[in-house]
């Protein structure tokens, strides 16, 4: 299921009491996500670049001395030629200091990043404008449907 991440489903936020209703929004879904669980979620993030072994950008360099490459993937998309994505993975403690900045460069689509638990019962995949969701049950989907009905899309089919 798809919830928008400001209200009348705006896309992007214009000012700091924008963001704080974005994040805001972000914690609490991934808070009913993680139910009880305390422990550090599993973030992924997908980066990619032109250009080979060695000619990796500043930004993709600093990115993988501190996160774990996790995957490569080839990308099939003819616009971009074949080039490859690499999606690298950190634990993440679940607070507002560590979750922010990533939620905040995925909102202003800078980056894609997705978050789930250890065993990946969940997945929490926000985006520019709100977040996919994926949760343990249908019961559990339905609860939070109900719970964020006026965070979901009007549009029919969800987007």
């Known amino acids: 299921m798809r919830f928008h991440s400001l209200p009348e489903s705006k896309r992007y936020a214009d000012s700091e009491e924008e963001y704080q209703i974005l994040l805001g929004r972000h914690h609490q879904i ?4 993680r139910a009880d669980d305390e422990s550090t979620i599993v973030a992924v993030r997908r980066e990619w670049f032109d250009g080979g072994r060695f ?24 616009d971009v030629h074949g080039t490859p994505w690499y999606a690298f993975a950190r634990w993440v403690p679940p607070t507002p200091a560590a979750l922010d900045p990533l939620l905040r460069r995925v909102a202003d689509d800078i980056d894609l990043t997705l978050f789930t638990n250890a065993t990946v019962d969940w997945i929490y995949a926000p985006y520019d404008g709100g977040a996919d969701v994926i949760a343990r049950t249908t019961e559990h989907r ?13 549009h029919p089919s969800g987007m």
């Not at 991934?30 to 996500?33: I, S, Y």
């Open 30 to 33: 991934l808070a009913e996500l």
């Open 55 to 78: 000619s990796a950008p500043k930004r993709f360099r600093r990115i993988a001395a501190t996160w774990s490459l996790w995957r490569t993937f080839a990308d099939d998309d003819p």
């Open 142 to 154: 339905d609860a939070l449907k109900a719970r964020y009905s006026d965070w979901l899309s009007p």
